[in-house]
């Protein structure tokens, strides 16, 4: 059963820490990683990872996926109160199922 | 462009009605889901579809049912409305292989 693993569960920063998200995952015929930003309403993108080693970055958002290891961590530099939200890990399967399994995610509050 | 779109916003059922949420992407895309999310969990999968014509259940499909009759719809039904479908769920939509899912802005559901 494919399964998707986020630690940790719960995080509290003050404005202006860093702080590194991490995603686990075990699935049969990985294709991508994904990650997610959901604050009241649905989930907005914000990296798709397929190649080992290779950062995505956005302002102060990066990722990066360890196809070895089988996890991927999502870093967030300078936190602002606007980066809090539930950040999901989604795994895309290949090979006719094409399912995309979500972790719990991680909530993140970033007190002023 | 309205993208994922799904109705009702709300919605609130007595216990043992059936009811329909419906979900429609106007973007061609092939693949799409419907997920469930319980409050401060992440986002479990119900049923997928890969292509008009074609279901397949997910994590947690018991008590739901779907059909994918046209490529744009893709609706969900509650037969007998239960306490534990109480949730927010919500649909998604990706068009090929290696690109994003995007969502609809969610269902909450309450059955009393």
């Known amino acids: 059963e494919d399964k998707v693993v986020q630690s940790p569960l719960s995080l509290v920063v003050h404005e202006g820490d860093t702080v590194t998200l991490n995603c686990s995952y075990e699935?049969?015929?990985?294709?991508?990683l994904l990650w997610y930003k959901q604050e009241k309403k649905a989930p907005t993108f914000l990296f798709m990872l397929t190649s080992s080693g290779i950062e995505k970055k956005s302002g102060r958002l990066s990722s990066i996926l360890d196809k070895k290891e089988l996890f991927s961590i999502l870093n967030i530099t300078a936190t602002q109160t606007g980066d809090s939200a539930i950040y999901l890990c989604?795994?895309?399967?290949?090979?006719?199922?094409?399912?995309?399994?979500f972790g719990k995610g991680t909530k993140l509050t970033v007190n002023p | 462009n309205a993208g994922v779109t799904q109705t009702p916003k709300f919605r609130i059922l007595k216990i043992g009605q059936s009811m329909t949420l419906q979900c429609t992407q106007d973007m061609n895309h092939n693949y799409m889901y419907w997920y469930r999310q319980d409050p401060g969990m992440g986002l479990k999968l119900i049923y997928y579809s890969v292509g008009a014509g074609i279901t397949d259940k997910g994590e947690v499909p018991n008590g739901y049912n779907v059909s994918r009759s046209t490529t744009e719809d893709f609706p969900l039904r509650l037969e007998l409305a239960a306490p534990s479908q109480t949730s927010v769920y919500f649909c998604a939509s990706r068009g090929h292989m290696n690109t994003e899912a995007f969502f609809g802005q969610g269902t909450r559901l309450t059955v009393v």
């Open positions: 699935v049969t015929n990985f294709r991508s």
């Open positions: 989604a795994v895309q399967n290949q090979g006719g199922s094409e399912k995309l399994v």
